[in-house]
Every structure is written in structure tokens, then in C-alpha cells.
């Protein structure tokens, strides 16, 4: 009982309690014991449960954001537009070249050569004209249309050229006083025949004039007196053996022409020799322009009068007024002379056979003609200053161009006479709004001059041409022709920027005068921009050409004494950055090249790129959705620099160091190299070509 009563007690007391379940849970049976156990498994079942589901949700979310990504990123373009141009890069690069190392080859390095970007886009415009031109419809007549139109089909008509032979051409010997070979010759005047040859038949045997604008005032226009073009490319510094050479190859040109003419083999053989002993004293007379600009004078403004005074053997007046008609002139009106020093010793020459071998003068001036208008002879002729040309540039050791065929010469013709009416059509058919609107929004002036458009201009008159009888004869009617718009077009105020080239031209430029760059419908095609393209193409090609256009402006800043406030020293230290980084680039199988002629170019080409990329990035940020092109492992900005290459994709040869632009490799290594997001999108190795170790930082 008092253990009873204890036991009924004890639980009140509060320090017995703890003793009492020790004791019970080391006494209990298993059975007892179950649910204590239970509890420990479950508890460790519930932290293996917990750990599960925080992998799944981890493994959820690894999910959803590369679903994410792959929705929200860059996804490929499917337009018929960009998988021609993947095509068109895959087909022009080469992979199996590293990036890092030799990026001109892996995106224009091709197995059978190099693919030259600009001249097969220009022959796609040309082929675009020539669709135009074929195409039936029916015209107002008279209208500039249905010239064109005429025009072009009688150059294509070979047959009939074929068939007038060289009876057109004597006809136009005689109307210039004949030739003494021949044994019809008249003996005109010297500054008569002169006259007829510079006006009518736009031959230009001694010197070349033309309108340009005034050096002191741009928007005025001045006659310019240059240097002439010789058929043969002489140089000052040729070797002996080469001049030679090239002489006797010009020598036989001549005696192929005469004997076409009819002359018999002697006589052509004697008229030929002085005719070349003509071009080479008259070649001696001349001054590169890079000596004319060290001593001050690239150029001398005189008037009528006194370039009469210093080279009295020409009529100026006369010879220039005829030309230049309707263009008032009087002995008093400015001219701009590039050589005064040649037309000086030139006008002695001329007096001197004047006095002593007139025939010969006339042979020289009448052969001159003949190599003129070859284009618009028949084949016999064409030939034959053909093979001279590519013999030419075997012997000057520049690589032979391939003869264009006959359709793409007559489009060159038909848009040279007719470019305002074939300027509207093609603006028209290749640049619509959806272009226009696509291109960034620069204060530039793009597709073509506004008063291209207006409807009137392509129906034009061009009263002034009279077609045939032979294709000579149009030839040399829309040669006068466009003489007189040129002169008329300076003389008439006009109210915005004077296009210098065409609008299906693959060329851009900067007008310092105007304030104004120029990008033609040409250049704003595929595939250098489409509105279709991933903004990476469009950026990359069209847009660095745009920015390296505008950074003409700057050309000025760059040269000693152009920009006071700015650090000269640092500004000529990045200059020589540059120029030796160009000069340390491999050079891809060309021979020496004069990189300081193209250094102002390289600048550009350089600070191109930059603002380009930089522009892309910001559109990137403000404007999501970009593409990239499919079947092409690259990304957005891979593509970009691919797209910025193949811009600047074309062939290189010694002739590019009488360029302003470097070679093909230069323009793409260049650039790329001093661009630090180039290396970090390829991952280019630290040292690799194009990602040095030090970098010229110029813009």
C-alpha cells in the first residue's frame, strides 16, 4: 500500500520524473520500442525526400532556362535570302584555315582563288541593267528609253559591225584631215584637227581637259588642263629592259592597226616608230604628282592668256570653247593646271614638228584615235588592243583579266550615255522603300540623286543623238552628247550634292565640299545588305563601309598641323603604330608594298570597323530578336566580323600599291587585329596574329 500510495505520489514530484522514462526506455519491449524507430527512419527518409526534390527542382530549372535560351536567343534565319548568302559563305571561305591566324583566307581563301566581293556584286548590277535592257516594252518616241533601248541592241547587233568593217572608221579619218599613209591626207591645220578631235570624237591627244570643281571654291566649276594617258604604261623609274619591251609590243600594235586601215606594211612600219617616238619624249615630260606637292605646285591657277603666253603651240581659246560649248569662255577665264612644266615643253615639241613632221604628227594623233574608239569597232580591232593589254600586264607583271563578255561591254556603253533614264529604273527594281527604311539612319543620300526619280527624266529627249547609220556613228553622237549635259550640268545651280559615280555603282565616298556621303543602290545589295539579313550582315558589311566613308572627315585631323588643340605627338605616334603594324603582315604572295600611300585608308579601315561594331552593340541592346545565318556554326558577332570580311574580299597584285586602298589581306587583318572583341569571340590565343600583344590605338 505505501508502496501503492508512493507510486501514486512519486509523478508530482518533478525530480523523480526524468529517472522514471530513462528507466521505462531501457526496459521496455521491442514491441514498446516500435514507434520510436519508426520515427528515426522517417525522419532520414524525409531528408532523402527533401534532397530529391531539390534536385529535381535544380534539374527543372537547368531545364527551363536552356529551353529559354534556346527560344529567347538567336535562332536561325530561314529566308531564301539567308541561306543564299550561308551559301555564298560557305562557297567563298575556307575552314580548314584558323581564324586566328589567317582570317582573309577563312572567309575569302577559297580552293581555286580568291573571291573578289565588290567585283561580283558590280556584275550582278550589271546583270540587273541588262534585264532592264532586254526587256520588251513599248516606249515614247524619241523619249531617252527608247534610245537606250536602240542603243543597246545595235551594240549587240555584231553581225552588223562585223559586217561595216573599217569603213566607218576611214570615214572619220577623212572628216579629220585624213591620214598620210592612206594617201588622202589634206593637211588641215594643226589646231583645226586638234579641235575636231578633242570636241567630236572625245580624243584627247596631248593633254587632258575637263570640268572640275574650282580648288577655292568647290561649287564652282573650273576647266583642268591634267596630264594625258598614254595607251603604254611608262614610268620614269622602268627599267631599261621593260621600256624596251614594252615599246616593241606597242610598236607592233600600231603596225597591226595600220595594216587594218590599208596602209601599206613599210610606210605603217615608219609612221608607227616616230608615232612612239612621240609618246615616249611627251612621257618623259611628265612630273608625278608626289614631286609637283613637294615643291608646292600640284597644280598652277592661270587664265586663257597666259597659258597661251606659256605654251603657244595650242589655240586654248579656240580648242577649249569647242569643247566646252555652251560654256562661255574668254582669254581672261581661270584654268586649273596640274603640270605647267609639261604643257611648256609639250607645246615645244609641237612647234618643232609642226615645222619639220607634220605627217608624222598627224600619224601619232590619228593612231591615238584609232586605240580610242576600238570599243566601237568590229573584232578585228578589239583584238588586237585586247592582246596588247594582257601582253601589257604580263610585262608589268600584273595577273590577266579575263574579257567581259559582250553584254556586259554594252551595258557599260548604254549606262554611260543614258544614265539619268537607266538610273530611275534600276533605283526603282533594286531599291525599293523597304530597303531605304532597312538602311541605318545616317544624314547621308543613298540609292540615287533625288532627282533621279522624277518620272520626266526618264522620258527624256535626247534630241542631240542621232542613231547610226553604223555603231560608230551612235557611238560618237552620244560621246557629244554627254559632253554637252556634263558642261550644262555644272552650269546649272543645283540645290543639293553633284553624284559622282552612277547609282548602280559598288562604291561609296565622302564629298568634304558638300558635307555629304554618297552610298549608291550598287552597294546596298546582297551581300553586302539585304532588309532580311541577321543586323550582324547588315552592320558588319554595309555599316562599316558607311562609317569608313564618314571618318573621311577626320583625314584632315590626322595630318601634321590639321588639328592644332589635338595631341600631335600622340596622334603621329599611333600613325607610325599603325604603319609598322601593316608593314609586319604577311604578305600573301604580293610583291612590296608602299603602305604610306594608303595610310589615311588604313585609318579608316580601322575606325570603320570599330564604330560599326559598336553600333551593332547598341542596337542589340535596344532591339531584341537577333538572327543568325543557318548551316553556319557562328554566333551573332562571329558573323558580324565573317560579314566585315567579306566586304572586303578581292584579289591582290602589285598593281594595289598604285592604289588608295591596301590589299585585300591588309583591309581584313588590319583592322581585326586591333580590335580586342575579334580575339575574345574567336578565342584567339594571346599572341596569335590577330590578337598581339600591343595594339594601335588610334580612334
Known amino acids: 500500500m505505501e508502496a501503492e500510495d508512493k507510486s501514486e505520489e512519486e509523478p508530482r514530484g518533478p525530480s523523480r520524473a526524468p529517472r522514471m522514462r530513462t528507466f521505462q526506455s531501457q526496459e521496455n519491449s521491442p514491441e514498446e520500442r516500435l514507434p520510436t524507430e519508426r520515427s528515426g527512419l522517417w525522419a532520414m527518409a524525409r531528408r532523402a525526400l527533401m534532397t530529391v526534390l531539390l534536385l529535381s527542382m535544380l534539374l527543372a530549372a537547368s531545364v527551363f532556362l536552356l529551353y529559354t535560351f534556346q527560344t529567347c536567343g538567336p535562332s536561325p534565319c530561314e529566308t531564301p535570302e539567308c541561306w543564299e548568302l550561308s551559301a555564298l559563305y560557305l562557297a567563298s571561305g575556307n575552314s580548314k584555315v584558323a581564324p586566328c591566324t589567317d582570317f582573309f583566307s577563312f572567309a575569302c581563301g577559297k580552293a581555286n582563288g580568291t573571291v573578289d566581293s565588290v567585283q561580283v556584286l558590280a556584275e550582278e548590277n550589271k546583270r540587273r541593267l541588262r534585264g532592264i535592257l532586254e526587256a520588251q516594252g513599248s516606249w515614247h518616241p524619241g523619249s531617252g528609253e527608247e534610245k537606250a533601248f536602240q542603243f543597246y541592241n545595235s551594240c549587240m547587233d555584231t553581225h552588223a559591225i562585223e559586217a561595216a568593217g573599217a569603213g566607218p572608221l576611214r570615214q572619220v579619218i577623212e572628216e579629220v584631215g585624213g591620214w598620210p599613209v592612206s594617201g588622202n591626207w589634206t593637211s588641215l591645220d594643226f589646231n583645226r584637227t586638234l579641235t575636231l578631235l578633242m570636241s567630236q570624237y572625245g580624243h584627247f591627244p596631248f593633254f587632258e581637259a575637263y570640268l572640275g570643281p574650282h580648288p577655292f571654291s568647290p561649287h564652282t566649276p573650273v576647266i583642268q588642263i591634267d596630264q594625258p594617258e598614254f595607251d603604254v604604261p611608262l614610268k620614269q623609274d622602268q627599267e631599261q629592259k621593260v621600256s624596251a619591251q614594252i615599246f616593241r609590243e606597242y610598236l607592233a ?17 615608219q609612221h608607227a616608230s616616230l608615232s612612239i617616238s612621240i609618246t615616249s619624249r611627251l612621257s618623259r615630260f611628265l612630273r608625278p604628282l608626289e614631286l609637283r606637292q613637294v615643291q608646292g605646285k600640284p597644280f598652277q591657277m592661270v587664265t586663257v ?4 603666253e606659256k605654251a603657244p603651240a595650242i589655240d586654248w581659246l579656240s580648242c577649249l570653247q569647242a569643247t566646252f560649248t555652251p560654256m562661255p569662255l574668254s582669254p581672261s577665264q581661270p584654268l586649273m593646271v596640274h603640270d605647267l612644266e609639261y604643257l611648256e615643253d609639250m607645246s615645244q615639241l609641237v612647234e618643232e614638228l609642226v615645222l619639220t613632221h607634220r605627217d608624222f604628227l598627224q600619224s601619232y594623233m590619228i593612231l591615238g584615235l584609232v586605240g580610242t574608239l576600238s570599243p566601237a569597232l568590229d573584232s578585228k580591232f578589239q583584238d588586237a588592243r585586247r592582246e596588247l593589254r594582257q601582253k601589257l600586264r604580263e610585262l608589268t607583271e600584273q595577273p590577266p583579266v579575263p574579257a567581259p563578255p559582250r553584254w556586259m561591254q554594252c551595258v557599260e556603253e548604254t549606262g554611260a550615255f543614258f544614265e539619268p533614264t537607266l538610273a530611275a529604273s534600276y533605283v526603282r527594281e533594286a531599291f525599293d522603300q523597304r530597303t531605304r ?6 544624314r547621308v543620300e543613298m540609292g540615287a540623286p533625288e532627282w533621279v526619280l522624277k518620272p520626266e527624266l526618264a522620258r527624256q529627249e535626247y534630241s542631240d543623238i542621232q542613231l547610226g547609220p553604223s555603231f560608230l556613228h551612235s557611238v560618237l553622237s552620244c560621246v557629244r552628247s554627254l559632253q554637252a549635259r556634263i558642261v550644262r550640268s555644272f552650269l546649272q545651280p543645283l540645290p543639293r550634292h553633284r553624284w559622282k559615280m552612277s547609282p548602280w555603282a559598288v562604291n561609296a565616298y565622302y564629298s568634304i565640299p558638300d558635307h555629304v556621303v554618297v552610298f549608291p543602290a550598287g552597294l546596298l545589295q546582297p551581300p553586302f545588305f539585304h532588309p532580311g539579313y541577321p543586323r550582324a550582315v547588315n552592320f558588319g558589311a554595309a555599316g562599316s563601309i558607311m562609317a569608313h566613308e564618314l571618318l573621311h572627315i577626320f583625314y584632315k585631323l590626322l595630318l601634321p598641323g590639321g588639328c592644332p588643340a589635338c595631341d600631335t605627338d600622340a596622334l603621329q605616334r599611333e600613325l607610325l603604330c599603325l604603319e609598322h603594324q601593316y608593314a609586319a603582315f604577311p604578305s600573301h604572295g604580293r610583291s ?3 603602305g604610306s600611300r594608303t595610310l589615311l585608308e588604313n585609318a579608316a579601315d580601322v575606325g570603320g570597323l570599330a564604330i560599326a561594331l559598336q553600333a551593332y552593340n547598341q542596337r542589340l541592346l535596344m532591339h531584341y530578336g537577333e538572327t543568325t545565318l543557318p548551316g553556319l556554326d557562328l554566333s551573332p558577332q562571329q558573323i558580324f566580323f565573317r560579314s566585315y570580311a567579306q566586304a572586303t574580299c578581292r584579289g591582290h597584285s602589285s598593281q594595289d600599291s598604285q592604289r588608295t586602298h591596301g ?8 583592322p581585326l587585329s586591333n580590335t580586342p572583341a575579334f580575339a575574345r569571340y574567336f578565342r584567339c590565343p594571346h599572341g596569335a596574329l590577330l590578337n598581339p600583344s600591343s595594339r594601335c590605338h588610334l580612334w
Open 437 to 442: 527604311s532597312a538602311v541605318a539612319q545616317l
Open 253 to 269: 600594235y600600231l603596225n597591226q592597226l595600220g595594216i587594218l586601215l590599208g596602209g601599206a606594211p613599210e610606210k605603217v612600219q
Open 592 to 594: 612590296s608594298f608602299n
Open 663 to 670: 590589299p585585300g589581306p591588309l583591309r581584313v587583318h588590319g
Open 305 to 308: 592668256d597666259q597659258l597661251q
